[in-house]
């Protein structure tokens, strides 16, 4: 179900914080924001930068010099919430002298039960603390959380609406993520985002496309499409649609160049879909898709719902239909019970498909989660060792498969000057980071570079026209 009567509700209470701070404040007031997991996360993040932009707080860059203190925070790994742990521990120092400032809380982490109450006993000293569920609420949480001192937690189990036209403030004005769906109905063994983020819901088609004709009248011309599984979009709406249709229906919208999308499960990525890609002049030839592990026996017990063997044989479907397409994958090294064999599986995995780019990652015990509850868990120096030994395939690998572009000419879109004076940065189709010598003036634009040189993970080029 989508909303649009909240979204009116929650401008309203915009508009009620920004008189409540033009009484507080002579000067602008200022918040910090910062942004952990993925890019469902970022697009959240940016939502609730746009808000504070409309109540009329600056952005500051440090969180000592920040009225506000904002963190979008994730939990798909331990480490992620020891991060947070570690920021509020410094920021009790900071509000000690400074009282009036305010901390924020919200995002996945904030769903598990037993962060609550950690925050309840031992950081009372946190303002505002919300969930997944219920962020759309935030302008009247905020609104709530400003005219009283003490912590306000709201956290709602589940929630099956969708709430539409929510303001933004996006990182760059000619490329943006686009959610199409919400929540994961997969439940890998491994994985928390199931519980945090709930059943999966899929957008309207028509709430997609009009968002994102809205953004290219506004100057957007590349767009990433969001979802935890986008090849299931669809099946749960009122009239399902497929993924694929999505895209064509997407790919018709004029104005708009670049169409990309994350992340995609293999179990579900279907011919109708390669057909789509093959055949279409605006979907990027990168496909990100998650293998986990190259062991079938592993990969049962993950509950991922495709083998070794399938995984290969879609792979190369994939670059049977479109050669020049570029993979990039997820790993995940020392899940419980993996053997040394497991794990040469997931090497030979690797050495088969040559990816781009693979993301690698320690197994993190998730409370909750059924692989939390095995027994056999892998002890922390094997893990590292393989680890080490995968992460060194990987980048040998990814440094041959994207040397293979050396010496062409490829349509880059400008992103921002690099460190470097006078040296941009962009991106080609295949996702791949090109620095060269260029202006400011083709920030946003699409330029033909020379790619001269390979520095492993990106290139050096040359404006060719
Ligand atoms: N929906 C996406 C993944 C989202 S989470 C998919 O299914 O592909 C991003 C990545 O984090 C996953 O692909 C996985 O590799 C990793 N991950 C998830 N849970 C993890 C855990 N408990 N420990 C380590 N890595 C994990
Ligand atoms: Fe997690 Fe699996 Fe869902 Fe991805 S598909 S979010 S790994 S449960
Ligand atoms: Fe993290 Fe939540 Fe994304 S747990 S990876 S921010 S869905």
């Given amino acids: ?28 007031p200022s918040f910090f924001i910062q942004n952990a997991g993925c890019q469902m996360n970022s697009l959240q993040t940016e939502t609730v930068a746009g808000i504070m932009k409309q109540i009329g707080y600056q952005v500051v860059d440090k969180e000592e010099a920040a009225d506000v203190v904002i963190y979008n925070t994730c939990t798909v790994r331990e480490n992620a919430n020891q991060k947070i742990y570690g920021h509020l521990g410094h920021l009790k120092s900071i509000k000690k002298h400074k009282p009036e400032m305010k901390i924020v809380l919200f995002g996945c982490m904030m769903q598990e039960p037993e962060v609550i109450d950690k925050i309840q006993k031992d950081y009372g000293f946190v303002d505002l603390v919300f969930g997944t569920h219920n962020f759309h609420k935030f302008p009247e949480l905020f609104f709530r959380s400003l005219n009283t001192n003490g912590q306000i937690i709201d956290i709602w189990k589940e929630s099956d609406e969708i709430v539409e036209g929510m303001p933004a403030d996006r990182k760059y004005s000619f490329k943006t993520g686009v959610n199409i769906m919400y929540g994961c109905n997969n439940f890998c063994s491994y994985c928390i985002v199931p519980y945090v983020r709930g059943r999966e819901k899929s957008r309207e088609p028509e709430d997609i496309l009009r968002e994102i004709k809205d953004l290219v009248a506004d100057g957007v011309t590349e767009v990433m499409l969001l979802g935890q599984n986008v090849n299931s979009y669809g099946k749960t709406l009122e009239h399902p649609v497929t993924f694929a249709s999505l895209l064509q229906q997407i790919e018709q919208i004029e104005g708009l160049r670049r169409i990309r999308f994350m992340t995609s499960h293999p179990k579900d990525l279907s011919d109708e879909l390669i057909e789509v890609m093959a055949k279409s002049n605006k979907i990027c030839h990168h496909l990100h898709l998650p293998m986990q592990s190259g062991s079938s026996r592993i990969l049962k017990i993950m509950n991922r719902r495709y083998d070794k063997e399938k995984y290969l044989e879609l792979v190369s479907k994939i670059r049977q239909a479109i050669p020049d397409i570029s993979l990039t994958t997820d790993i995940i090294v020392g899940f419980p019970g993996e053997t040394e064999e497991d794990f ?3 090497l030979d995995v690797v050495n088969q498909v040559g990816f781009d780019t693979a993301f690698t990652f320690i197994y993190s015990k998730r409370t909750g989660t059924p692989a939390a509850r095995m027994e056999n868990q892998i002890p922390g120096d094997v893990v590292k060792d393989r680890f080490d030994r995968l992460l060194a395939l990987v980048q040998e690998k990814g440094r041959e498969a994207s040397s293979r572009f050396l010496g062409t000419v490829q349509e880059i879109l400008v992103e921002e000057e690099s460190k470097e004076k006078g040296i941009y940065t962009g991106r080609t189709q295949y996702n791949l980071l090109v620095h060269f010598p260029g202006c400011k003036d083709l920030i946003g634009k699409y330029v033909k570079v020379k790619l001269d040189t390979c520095k492993g993970f990106y290139y050096f080029g040359s404006l060719a026209e």
């Fill in 1 to 28: 179900m989508s909303n649009t009567q909240e979204s009116k509700i929650q401008a309203e209470y915009i508009t009620k914080c920004s008189e409540l701070i033009r009484e507080k404040y002579t000067q602008a």
């Fill in 344 to 346: 040469q599986d997931t």
